[in-house]
Every structure is written in C-alpha cells, then in structure tokens.
C-alpha cells in the first residue's frame, strides 16, 4: 500500500491574512512540500498539470525532475497528465525522459482536466473529449511498447517508421493510472490494458466512486488480467487534523468557506458528512481513512490533497508533520488481514521483474 500526496498547484489567497502567494512562492513551495513527503516516510508525490490561473503546473515533468534531484526513495507522478490535449507522442518522450533521470521512480495518472477552454488552446474540440482520451492513449501505448511505430488516427498527422526517444528504462514503460471523477469510459480503458484506475474521491459521495471502481474491477477481471480484487486501485483524500478536533474545525473553517471549487457551497460539516473530506483529530482521520477499505475494497494508492484553499506553506508542513506521525498506524490498519494475492502498487522494480517472468516463460 503507497501513501502520498497529490497536488492540484492552486494559487489562492490566504482568507485568514489576505496573502496571495506569488507564483514563484507556490513552485518552489510545492519542492519543499515533495522533499518533506519524503522526509515523513510517503512514498508518492503527485502534481497536477493546468494552463490556466489560479493554477501554476503546466509543465509537471519540468517540477518532477526537478524533485527527483533532490529526492532518493519518493515515487513521482502526475495528478493528470491530460491525455486529450497533449501530443501522445510528446507525453512518451517527456516520461521516458523523467523515467531515466529518476531511475524509474515514475509513472503518471492520465485525464481529461476539468477545465473546458483547454481545449480549444490546444486545438480540439471538448465534444470529442472521450475519444481523444482513447485514441491518445493507443498511440501512447504504442509508442512505449513497440520500437518503431506506424500509426493513423483520427486526431493528429499519421506516423511512419517512428521511434519516440529514449526508449523507457530498461524497455519497461512508465506504470499509468487513468484517472476519472465520472466516466465509465475511462475506467473501461483502463481495465482493457490491465492499468491503473484512480478515483479523485474528494467531492462526491462514496456511492458514486463504489460504482466506478466496481465497475472498473469487473471489467479488468472479463479482460483476463486478474481477479476483480487484484485490480489496481487507486484514491485521493483530504484532512485537516490537530490534536484537539474542535482546533482543527476552527482552523481549516476559513479555508473551507472559500476553498476554490467547493467554497460557498456546503457547510463544512455537512462536506465532511457526505465526502471523506476528515476536519478533527489524529484518531478521526486514522478511522475515516480505514473505512475506505471498507467501501472500495483492498486497494494500492492512497493520495492526499494537504496544500489548496490557501494553506501556507508553514501549515501545510505542519499538517504533513501530524500525518507522519499516524503513518505507522494507517500502514499497520491496511497491511491486517489485506489477502495475500492482492498485489502491491507496480513499482519500476515489480515492472522489470515481471517483464523478466514474461520472457522466460516465452522462452520455456
């Protein structure tokens, strides 16, 4: 089981001071918040990718090598790579690139985004979002498993005799996620090429994300990859927690009431009620973040939102220090009981290994 954060690189004012965070305050804060992810004992460090304000990644490879410099054990991925709007083959080159430069500590999460001009600024249209997402992704696939690619499509200029450079490390491509917040589609693509699938579960009830995940654990299953439960799953969350759960509501309420997306609509306790948003103690979050087990299954990766809403940086190191501390324990409460044939998030080692197994099996 991986636990991590994921980033949507928001820059929003602080409602508590009135500070608005400079872009270059956010980027390098974002490296430091990365670095001591790593210093906690996490294992994974996701940033998303945006091309509009209030958001500041839109070059998340760039920030990733950057991390991966200063970083030693710390996975990184993406919290979107958008799939629809980027060039497959510009997506394989930049990957495999990071891929070397990290010695494999990389895979990604592909999307759709959730902002509608992108778009048009990268010359498509949003009515074929679901089909790009599917074409896109066969070409990408292609490019990272065989070496010399002809293709046509429908969405970009032919290829003949191409090969995207470098070739993945050790010949084993970058693991992807594909992530949704509402497409079956998605989670049908995933299950077909036996990836990973991640549900955002930050905004809506956990009966819609079960209906996702079930869905997409069915399909994996019918496309001979494995059991339903040996599908890979991953989650997002978010948490406020101090010592004392009425600090915590104290606290994080400013931050809540004008949160981008979610501001000015639900009370806090009614968002916390109906989302696993968790604003209290240690122990409230612990339970809270088990019970997911409860509701998806066993599952590979759980990601945490920590630094939006205007966080500083000050407090969100702060936040990241109280989930070091109760790491042990949500580590210990998934590990008991997990089934033995439930495989382990995919690493770059697990990868190879299992590319190796592939060969000799051929060979026999």
Known sequence: MQFGLFSVSDITTDPTTGVTPSEHERIKATVAIARKAEDI????????????????????????????????????????????????????????MLQHLADGRVDLMLGRGNTGPVYPWFGQDIRQGIPLAIENYALLHKLWTEDVVNWEGKFRTPLQSFTSTPRPLDDVAPFVWHGSIRS?????????????FFANNIFWPKGHFQRLIGFYRERYEHYGHGAADEAIVGLGGQFFIRKNSQDAVNEFRPYFDKAPVYGNGPSLEDFSRETPLTVGSPAEFVDKTLSFRESFGDYQRQLFLVDHAGLPLKIVLEQLDELGEVLPELRAGF?????????????HASLVAKAQDSKKEVLV
């Not at 590990?335 to 690493?347: G, K, L, M, S």
Request: glycine residues 4%; proline residues 10%; charged residues 15%.
């Open 184 to 196: 079956p589609e998605i989670a049908e693509q995933a299950a077909y090429y036996g990836d990973g």
């Open 335 to 347: 590990a008991e009981n997990r089934p033995a044939h439930v495989p382990d998030a995919p690493t």
């Open 41 to 96: 004992g996490l294992d994974v460090f996701a940033l998303g990718e945006h091309h509009n304000p209030p958001f500041f990644s839109s070059s998340p490879t760039t920030t990733l090598a950057y991390i991966a410099a200063q970083t030693e054990k710390l996975q990184l991925s993406t919290a979107t790579t958008l799939i629809t709007t980027n060039d497959p083959v510009k997506i394989a080159e930049d990957f495999a």
